[in-house]
Every structure is written in structure tokens, then in C-alpha cells.
């Protein structure tokens, strides 16, 4: 009876048993990165540039305008993002500014923040699940996502850019894809593929790939036009308000890195026709298929025609930038180019999950749950093939896993659990587990010696780490602020933590700072010294073996770094006192 019980419990109040559950682990996890918090820990360049976006803001740049003028002063620099993500970060700085100071506010948002789309993430994978596999597989599924490596990254307390936001956003439109009912399905995936866009255009294959298995789903079966149709509006009409409310001055420009009049007239040609095919809904499967085909070769020819420009890499940087930085970005690069150590753990549950939803498939293949199997599958199946493309695919390609992986553990683990061998119950269980939720890679790595790092790779990592720390930078506050030249990815850091400005930062819209900092730092001395003062910089600072700093002795020995790196300092340099154990140098620019 009691049994019966909390099973209705846990049926109809699944939503908000979720968001208790998405409360307790908030609280978890800000109590456990406490440290993070305290000190603006903001590990990544893209969090603190974010930061500084919400701090802009909120100092009355005006609305539209998203160029970062502390970095390559006076002119600064357009940043290719959207507002959207500043809204909640934002909104819990001036709360907090009621009850404490500002200092204490940002760092309370900043923990705070990326916890909030994660409740999204939860409700839309227990939705997911709830759908294809059993009401009550939505606590499996959540224990599951909360043990992904790679996604759950993105959700942690300061890591406050937009791919938490996201991620969110792609797990709304898996739940809308295998949604029973057609509209609020269709309505599900459009809105969450236009607000996802609006944010940025990292997951724009996954918003093709979902619009491609609703085309599939109407040319399959016919009735399915009404979703297809909700689709077609939600895609274009949430595109074209997201277009006017959140983009930037700069944004209005034919460029083809963001939400802009390219990639907008795209999202409505396409959302027009598939609404025209939907409306059409002839009986003839054989003419849907020529519809689909015909709708699909316009949008890629008017593409071509109209804007041949974005048909390469749409940060459309120089040769040079791309040779010496695009190409060398870690995260872009296939997850067989990457180290076993880090390419396994990202890269196991991404193949549980597709076996899930391929035996999912084939469980359901006499039921009316076949097409929205099929369609999950489908776009599990894409998200693991993308690791193949780019690592960073891989938060995206754990969070889409879940489902099946949750799948495998329904059919598992109940049977473990109730086996009438007591090693078996346990052991065997535990070992199920593991194996299903993903989490014996990590494990597997941890004690298996493979790819562990050298002296060297340790040094580096701990100079790159130690550099950035805030009260290293903070130092940096006791000379009066000035325009500080530097390795480009400290450049946000240092914006962030101290009063000074910067040059660059790592951002394709930044891209001849960019160069001129590697240019700097990889030619002679009296180069760096034009192009220092070009930029009206009074300080140098460097960070002996950061990673950067690898690249500079690497590729130009005996250049200006090269030389620095050795102790021959030029003339036109100051050496000036930090304090004790920094690890940065710091000069004055003659």
C-alpha cells in the first residue's frame, strides 16, 4: 500500500520533486565550491568576459551595445554574444545588493547562476524518459545526469557562460521530439532551438538536426503536420523576436558567427516553407518526399546564393589567426586527436546511451512509441557522431546519452536488485551501475597509468592556473590603472580581477589584437616595443611557462618572449617589485 503509494507521489508530482531535488544539489554544490565563490574563481575566459558583459550593463551601457571597451582600449572590441544570459546574472546581483555589498553580490551570483538552467536540464530529461521509458524512470535519469563528467561542467557554480543555457535548450528539445502530442512538441523544439541561437550558434547543427527529424517524422506519417507546423512558427517567429530583443548593434552586420540577418533569414525561410509543406500535407508519401527535398535543396541554394561568405568558418578570421590559433583550439579538434585520458571519460557514455536508444528502438518497434523512439535515436545517434567533429561536443553528447543510458538501467538493475544471489544483488548491481551511468570510465582512468602528465605538462598546468588566481592579479591593483600588455588569454582575466585594461582577449572579433600580441611577443625585441606602445601600453606583464608562453618559445625561438623567458631584458623595460612568490613578472614600457 505504501509502496503504491509513493509511486503516485512520485508520478503526479514529478515536477516539483524535481525541483526539490534540483534545490538540495544547489545548495550542495555551492556549499562544496565555497572557495570558488569566495574568491570569483572564474576558470574559464569566456565566464570572466561574461562577468564584465553583466558588469557593463549594469554601469549603463546601453542595451544593444555589447563591445568591451577595457580590452584594446580605447576602441575595445564586439563580442559575438547575446544578452540573454546576462539577464539572470543581473538579476541576482542587484537582489543581492540589498543585503550585502557588491563585492559579496556578484560572487553570490556568479555561484548561483549556472545552477539555474540545470533545473531545466532535469525537468526535460525526466521528461524525456517519462515519455519513452516508464512515470516513474525520471529519478534514474536525474541520478545519471548529475553523474556526467562533461556536461555537469557546465552547470557548476561560476562557470557562468552560456553553454549551461544551452544545454538546457537541447534537453528541452529532446523531451519535445518524442513529445506525444503534436503542437506542444513542435512548439517545445522550436522555442528552444530560436532561444538557443539567440544565445549563440554552438548548437545550431543540433537545432538542423532536430528540425531534419521533424521533416522525417511528417514525411513518415502525415499526421504528423500539426507538429510540424507549431515548429515552423515557434522556429521563425522565436528567431525573429530574439533577433529584435537581443541583438546587438553589431550583430545587424551580414556576419555569420551569431544571430544575425544571415542566419535570421534562414530560420524563417525555413520555418515558412516547412509550414507551407505542413499546410500542403498531401496523402502521397511519395510527394512529401519530393516536397521535403525540394524545400530542403532551396534553403541550401538560397544559402549559397545570397550569402557565399559564411560557406567556410563563420568566425571569418585571417589565414594567419586560423593557422596560429583556430587551429590549435583544443576543444575544436575530434576526440581521437585527444589524449586517452581525456577523450575516454567524455566519450563512454555517449556509446551506452547509443546502445539505449538503439535497443529502446527495437523494444518499441510495434508500438506507437516507435516514431518517438526513433526520433531521440536519431539525435542521440547525431550528438555522439559530432565527438568525431569537435570535443566540445561532448557536454552536449553525455546529456543526450542519459535517456538510454536510463533505458538500460530500468532493465538492469531491477533484475540485479531482485536476483536471489546476495553477491549478485550487491556486486553485481554496483558493477551495473557503473557500467550504465558511464562512471567506470572515470574510474578506470584514475588508477589505469595511461597518459598521466610529465613534470613539464604539471609545470605548465600549475603556472596556468596559479596566474590567474585572484589574489595573484589583484596585486596588481597597488599601481594606478593603466592599459596592461599581456598573453591574450589573460587578457579577460585581468580585466576582471583588477582595475586595469588589457589588449586581447580570445575572440575571433578581437582578431588583430590578437595578432599584434603574437607578434609582439614572437618577433624582436624592438617590434614588440612599436607595437607596445601602438596600443598606448604603459605595463608588461607575463606569466613565465604559462601555456601560452609554450607556444611563443616553441614556434619563435630567439624571439622577444624567447629572450624575456631567458632574463635579456631590452632597455625599453622596467622590472617592477610584485609581492613575495608571484608568479607573474611585471615591467614598466619606456
Given amino acids: 500500500m505504501a509502496r503504491g503509494r509513493l ?31 569566495r574568491w570569483l574563481s572564474l576558470g574559464d575566459t569566456d565566464d570572466n568576459m561574461r562577468l564584465m ?265 585571417s589565414p594567419e589567426l586560423q593557422k596560429n590559433w583556430l587551429d590549435n583550439v583544443r576543444e575544436a579538434k575530434p576526440i581521437y586527436k585527444h589524449p586517452f585520458r581525456l577523450g575516454f571519460p567524455i566519450a563512454a557514455l555517449p556509446i551506452v546511451g547509443v546502445l539505449g536508444v538503439i535497443v529502446g528502438t527495437w523494444r518499441a518497434r510495434r508500438t506507437r512509441a516507435l516514431i518517438g523512439w526513433s526520433a531521440v535515436a536519431l539525435f542521440v545517434t547525431f550528438a555522439c557522431l559530432m565527438l568525431l567533429w569537435q570535443v566540445r561536443a561532448g557536454p552536449a553528447a553525455q546529456l543526450l546519452a542519459v535517456p538510454g543510458a536510463t533505458l538500460l538501467g530500468w532493465i538492469v538493475l531491477p533484475w540485479l536488485l531482485n536476483h536471489r544471489s546476495m553477491p549478485v544483488r550487491v556486486g553485481g548491481t554496483v558493477a551495473a551501475f557503473l557500467l550504465v551511468s558511464g562512471l567506470f570510465a572515470g574510474l578506470i582512468i584514475k588508477y589505469l597509468p595511461v597518459d598521466r602528465p610529465n613534470a613539464y605538462t604539471k609545470r605548465v598546468n600549475g603556472a596556468t592556473g596559479s596566474c590567474v588566481r585572484y589574489t595573484v592579479l589583484k596585486a596588481l591593483d597597488r599601481y594606478p590603472a593603466q592599459t596592461v600588455f599581456t598573453f591574450v588569454d589573460l587578457g579577460p582575466r585581468l580585466i576582471t580581477v583588477t582595475h586595469h585594461d588589457a589588449i586581447a582577449g580570445p575572440y575571433h572579433r578581437n582578431g588583430a589584437a590578437i595578432l599584434d600580441v603574437q607578434h609582439a611577443f614572437g618577433g624582436s625585441a624592438d617590434q614588440a616595443h612599436a607595437i607596445v606602445r601602438r596600443h598606448g601600453a604603459t605595463l608588461l606583464l607575463v606569466c613565465p611557462n604559462h601555456s601560452e608562453s609554450t607556444n611563443y618559445r616553441a614556434r619563435n625561438p630567439g624571439g622577444f618572449y624567447d629572450q624575456l623567458a631567458h632574463g635579456e631584458v631590452p632597455a625599453w623595460l622596467t622590472p617592477l617589485p610584485l609581492p613575495r612568490n608571484s608568479p607573474l613578472r611585471l615591467f614598466k614600457v619606456d
Fill in 7 to 37: 509511486a503516485e507521489e512520485l508520478d503526479r508530482r514529478w515536477i516539483a520533486l524535481t525541483l526539490i531535488a534540483w534545490v538540495a544539489v544547489a545548495v550542495w554544490y555551492v556549499w562544496s565550491d565555497w572557495n570558488l565563490v
Fill in 53 to 317: 558583459q553583466v558588469r557593463a550593463w549594469l554601469a549603463g551601457q546601453p542595451w544593444y551595445d555589447l563591445r568591451n571597451y577595457r580590452l584594446n582600449p580605447p576602441a575595445g572590441f564586439d563580442i559575438h554574444w547575446s544578452r540573454i544570459v546576462d539577464l539572470p546574472i543581473a538579476g541576482l546581483i542587484l537582489f543581492f545588493r540589498l543585503f550585502t555589498s557588491n563585492f559579496w553580490a556578484e560572487r553570490l551570483a556568479c555561484g548561483i547562476a549556472p545552477l539555474i538552467p540545470l533545473s531545466i536540464a532535469m525537468l526535460g530529461v525526466g521528461a524525456t524518459v517519462r515519455r519513452l521509458i516508464h512515470p516513474l524512470s525520471w529519478p534514474l535519469a536525474i541520478v545519471f545526469l548529475l553523474g556526467t563528467s562533461a556536461t555537469m561542467l557546465m552547470f557548476l557554480p561560476e562557470r557562468i557562460d552560456h553553454h549551461g543555457w544551452q544545454l538546457a535548450m537541447l534537453s528541452l528539445t529532446v523531451a519535445g521530439l518524442c513529445d506525444s502530442r503534436g503542437v506542444r512538441g513542435g512548439l517545445m523544439v522550436g522555442l528552444a532551438s530560436a532561444v538557443s541561437l539567440a544565445i549563440g550558434l554552438e548548437m545550431l547543427p543540433y537545432c538542423a538536426m532536430a528540425g531534419a527529424i521533424l521533416a522525417l517524422r511528417w514525411v513518415w506519417d502525415r499526421a504528423e503536420a500539426t507538429r510540424l507546423a507549431a515548429y515552423a512558427l515557434s522556429l521563425g517567429g522565436g528567431s525573429a523576436i530574439g533577433f529584435a530583443a537581443f541583438a546587438s548593434n553589431a550583430n545587424y552586420a551580414m556576419r555569420c558567427d551569431a544571430l544575425t540577418p544571415v542566419w535570421l533569414s534562414v530560420c524563417i525561410a525555413a520555418g515558412a516553407l516547412l509550414f507551407l509543406l505542413a499546410r500542403l500535407n498531401p496523402a502521397s508519401r511519395g510527394v512529401r518526399i519530393g516536397l521535403a527535398l525540394l524545400a530542403g535543396a532551396a534553403i541550401v541554394a538560397g544559402f549559397v546564393h545570397f550569402f557565399p561568405q559564411c560557406l567556410g568558418r563563420p568566425e571569418g578570421v
